[in-house]
């Protein structure tokens, strides 16, 4: 059984940097997309990247020149950065495997 | 930049039929896309349904069935029940990019 645990802080500033983690329990690392996911509140999925365990990565257009996914293979874990946040940042962020195992979600806020 | 569209809200009642459509704005969802449908309900993760436009996860109910429907991805609940309720989303593979679809909230009444 598959199962994703994440963690992060859950309150910025405007202009900081969101930093995410998620790791991995139970299966193989190897041979899987790992994404990250966002849901601002009461609104729908925002796909925000991924990146499989050798490295490559795809990012949305809108977020791509913000964003970074990064992966540690010798600790089964992925993590999400996201630099100069805004408000409109603020949205629960989820964690997956090939979009088919999801992390619990966290949330996070963007406010002065 | 796709946009996917999908039906922002469907009525049914229980044990009835309902399909919920997902539309691209490049043009018709053929078999060249994949298409996934997730069921989220309120205060959960989200949970996949169907991947790769047809296929079931092992632990989705035999009701749910995913198709291509007039240039659309389609979800299909055949003997929809109570706990079906929820919104309902679909991801479009579109190159390297993902692309959610806006939701449909599904009320079964």
């Known amino acids: 059984q598959v199962h994703l645990q994440q963690w992060g802080a859950g309150l910025l500033q405007p202009s900081e940097t969101l930093s995410l983690t998620c790791a991995v329990y139970?299966?193989?690392?190897?041979?899987?997309?790992w994404s990250w996911i966002r849901q601002p509140p009461g609104k729908g999925l925002e796909w925000i990247g991924e990146?499989?365990?050798?490295?490559?990565?795809n990012y949305d257009p809108s977020l791509k020149s913000r964003v970074t996914i990064s992966v540690d293979t010798s600790k089964n874990q992925f993590s999400l950065n996201l630099n100069s946040v805004t408000a409109a940042d603020t949205a629960i962020y989820y964690c997956?495997?090939?979009?088919?195992?999801w992390g619990q979600g966290t949330l996070v806020t963007v406010s002065s | 930049q796709t946009v996917v569209t999908q039906e922002p809200s469907l009525t049914v009642s229980p044990g009835g039929t309902v399909t919920l459509t997902c539309a691209s704005s490049?043009?018709?969802?053929?078999?060249?896309?994949?298409v996934n449908w997730f069921q989220q309900k309120p205060g959960q993760a989200p949970r996949a349904l169907i991947y790769?436009?047809?296929n079931k996860h092992s632990w989705t109910p035999a009701r749910f069935s995913g198709s291509l429907l007039g240039g659309k991805a389609a979800l299909t609940v055949s003997g929809v029940q109570p706990e079906d309720e929820a919104d309902y989303y679909c991801?479009?593979?579109?190159?390297?990019?993902?692309?959610f679809g806006g939701g449909t909230k599904l009320t079964v009444l």
């Open positions: 997956a495997r090939d979009l088919m195992w």
């Open positions: 139970g299966g193989s690392f190897s041979g899987y997309y």
């Open positions: 990146i499989t365990h050798s490295g490559s990565t």
């Open positions: 490049t043009g018709a969802v053929t078999s060249g896309y994949s």
């Open positions: 790769s436009t047809t």
């Open positions: 991801l479009l593979y579109s190159g390297d990019v993902r692309v």
